[in-house]
Each structure stands twice: as C-alpha cells, then as structure tokens.
C-alpha cells in the first residue's frame, strides 16, 4: 500500500466522520475498517447501523479498484450496490474486504464481505464501479 493512498483515505473527512481506516491494499483487494465507538450509528440491538454497513462495502471497493486502474481510464463512480445483511454486527470493530472480480473496460465488479471482530460474516455485497476512458 502506498502512504499517500491509505493517508488520503484515512483523511478524507466523511470517512473520518465514520471512524474508517484503510487497513490493507494490494491488487485487486482493499481492506478497512470501522473501529466500533460510542458515536457510531447503530441499529437494533445495539449493531452497527445498516446504512453504515452499506457505506463500507462502496468506500471498500473504491482502494480496490485503484489498485490496479487502467492507463486510459478515470474513475466515474459506483453505478450499482447491493448489500445482503446476513447478522448483526458487533465487537471491537468491522472490517470490509473488497476483492475486484472483473474488470471490464467501464465497469469493475467488487465483491465485499463485512466481518466483525470475531470474524463472523455479517454481510456481504456486490459494487458495480464504473470507468470513463479518457484516450
């Protein structure tokens, strides 16, 4: 992982707002993380928030996608996400990981799971990334 890349994204004030780090990146694959504070959303029972959740799985897939983006081609946005909410999530802290499974030439398709601190799989989602190729 560059410094500049996991520096930019622990910056970023939404992302701060939220508690995220960028934890792990390599090609094709980005991992962050939510450290569980008494001023994160949350949801029944005391769980992380869904919308948060939500939020992790697209802020996932953007470092994974920028880890290997090709000569040509910009960045466009997510233009579709899908989330399945398998449990709620609890602990110390929530880790997304993004795994790029395809690339075409405008869009990338990211799978992401979101894992608790224990390591239980408590959701799991699917970002359609798209591309704008500039010449």
Known sequence: MKVDEKRDF???????FLGLRLIET??????????????????IG???????LSTMIDMAAV???FTNIRQGTEPAGT?????????QAHGQ???AEATVIKRGRQLC????????????????????YALRFTG
């Open 63 to 65: 470092p994974a996608v």
């Open 79 to 87: 233009a579709d996400l899908q989330i399945t909410y398998l449990r």
């Open 10 to 16: 622990d910056a970023d004030p939404f992302h701060q």
């Open 93 to 95: 802290w929530v880790d």
């Open 26 to 43: 390599r090609e094709d694959y980005a991992r962050i993380r939510l450290t569980i504070k008494e001023s994160t959303p949350t949801g």
């Open 109 to 128: 398709t990211i799978h992401v799971d979101i894992k608790n601190s224990e390591g239980t799989l408590c959701a799991t989602g699917r970002v359609l």
């Open 46 to 52: 005391g769980s992380v928030n869904g919308g948060v």
